[in-house]
C-alpha cells in the first residue's frame, strides 16, 4: 500500500520527527503573532536630538523585550502628512500608536500645554526641571491623560532662539514689521505681535524654503535645530540668545492601545521612555555650548542679551499673560511659577 511518505508506511521515528517539526512550526507560528510593532511618530528625523529620542526608546524596548515588543519611528511627521499640529489628535483617534511629541504642536488641543510657551517663564533649565519634575508637571500629565492619551515620560527640544536675515535683534523695537515663521499655536502669533514683528504660521517642512526665498524674515527653534538643519545657509545671519521658552517633548500612548498591553509591557514602555528621556535632555543640555560656538564658527553675528535688555523683551509681552492665563489655567501657572521661585 502506497501511503503520503512514499511505497512504504512510516516507522515510529518518521512520525516523532514530522510531529516534532509540526509543533515546532506552531510554536514559531504563535511567538510571530505574539511579537508587536507599535508605531512612533516624531517631527524631527534623528538627524536632531528629538529623532534621537524616539530612536533611542526603540532601540531599548526592542533589547529589553528580546525582540517581542518593537517600536517602529516614523520622523519628520510621516504619519500626518507633514501636518505636525495633528500628530495628538491623530494618536487620541488611533492613528498613531505612540509619539514624542511636542508641548507646542499638541498645544491646540490641550490648551494647558501653553504653559511652556508663556513667553519668558522660565529663566533657565533649573526654571524648567522645577515645572516637569514637580506638581505642575504632573497637572499637565492629568491634563493629556484626560484628553485619550497616556503621558510616560519627558524629554526637551530646548529654549527657543531668534534668528533672522535683516540685522542684529536685541530690543522689541528691532523685531517691527520683520515676517516671522512660527508654529501654529495661537499663542506664538500674539507674542510676536506683541513684539511688533509679522508672525507668518507655517509648518517646519516649508520654512526653510520661505526662508530661503525671503517669504519670511526670521525663525525662532532651539540652537540644535538652527544648527542641524544649517538655518544659517538660507541668510539667517542673525541669531538673539533669549531664552523666550522652553519646548520640552512628552513620550505618550495612545489609551486604547495602551489598553492592550500586559502590566510587564506598559512597565517596560515606561520605565525605557524615561530612560530616553533623560538621557536626550543630558545630550541636548550637553551639545548647547558645542552647537553655539559651531554656528558662530560659520559666521553668524550671535546677539547675547543684557539683563536690561532682556527685560525689555520681557515687559513688551506682559500683555500676553493676560489672555493666556486663564486659557492655560490659573492654578497651573501659580503652580509653575511657585516651583520656579522655589527652585
Known amino acids: ?61 526592542e533589547e529589553r523585550s528580546d525582540g517581542e515588543l518593537t517600536l517602529r519611528v516614523f520622523p519628520n511627521s510621516q504619519l500626518v502628512s507633514g501636518d505636525q499640529t495633528r500628530e495628538f489628535s491623530a494618536m487620541r483617534s488611533g492613528l498613531i500608536d505612540l509619539a514624542v511629541g511636542s508641548t507646542i504642536n499638541w498645544s491646540p488641543q490641550v490648551p494647558e500645554l501653553n504653559l511652556f510657551s508663556l513667553p519668558f517663564l522660565m529663566p533657565d533649565e533649573s526654571a524648567v526641571d522645577a515645572i516637569t519634575e514637580g506638581d505642575a508637571g504632573e ?30 535683534i536685541d530690543e522689541p523695537a528691532d523685531l ?63 541669531v538673539t540668545l533669549w531664552n523666550y521658552m522652553n519646548d520640552p517633548l512628552i513620550f505618550a500612548a495612545n489609551q486604547q492601545v495602551w489598553s492592550t498591553l500586559s ?15 533623560a538621557w536626550e535632555i543630558a545630550m541636548t543640555r550637553e551639545q548647547e555650548s558645542e552647537r553655539l560656538a559651531a554656528i558662530e564658527d560659520r559666521g553668524v553675528t550671535v546677539t547675547d542679551l543684557s539683563e536690561e535688555q532682556h527685560e ?26 511657585s516651583a520656579i521661585d522655589a527652585r
Do not use: C
Open 1 to 61: 500500500m502506497t501511503s503520503l511518505f512514499g511505497s512504504r508506511a512510516p516507522s515510529r521515528f518518521s512520525l516523532t520527527l514530522v510531529g516534532a517539526a509540526i509543533a515546532l512550526g506552531s510554536l514559531a507560528a504563535s511567538a510571530d503573532v505574539e511579537a508587536r510593532e507599535l508605531k512612533v511618530s516624531t517631527v524631527l528625523s534623528d538627524a536632531f536630538p528629538w529623532g534621537q529620542a524616539a530612536q533611542k526608546w526603540a532601540d531599548l524596548v
Open 139 to 168: 497637572l499637565v500629565f492629568q491634563a493629556i491623560e484626560s484628553r485619550g492619551v497616556v503621558p510616560l515620560a519627558w524629554g526637551e527640544n530646548g529654549f527657543r532662539q531668534l534668528s533672522n536675515s535683516q540685522g542684529v
Open 176 to 238: 517691527e514689521g520683520l515676517k516671522i515663521r512660527v508654529v501654529g499655536s495661537p499663542l506664538f502669533q500674539d507674542t510676536f505681535t506683541a513684539l511688533g514683528a509679522n508672525p507668518t504660521q507655517m509648518s517646519w517642512a516649508d520654512a526653510k524654503p520661505a526662508l530661503t526665498t525671503g517669504a519670511v524674515d526670521g525663525q525662532e527653534n532651539p540652537l540644535s535645530v538652527f544648527d542641524v538643519a544649517r538655518i544659517d545657509q538660507v541668510g539667517q545671519e542673525h
Open 263 to 277: 502590566d510587564d509591557e506598559k512597565a517596560l514602555l515606561r520605565e525605557t521612555a524615561v530612560e530616553a528621556g
Open 312 to 337: 525689555a523683551f520681557v515687559a513688551a509681552t506682559e500683555g500676553v499673560y493676560e489672555k493666556w492665563v486663564p486659557r492655560i489655567g490659573e492654578d497651573l501657572v501659580e503652580a509653575a511659577r
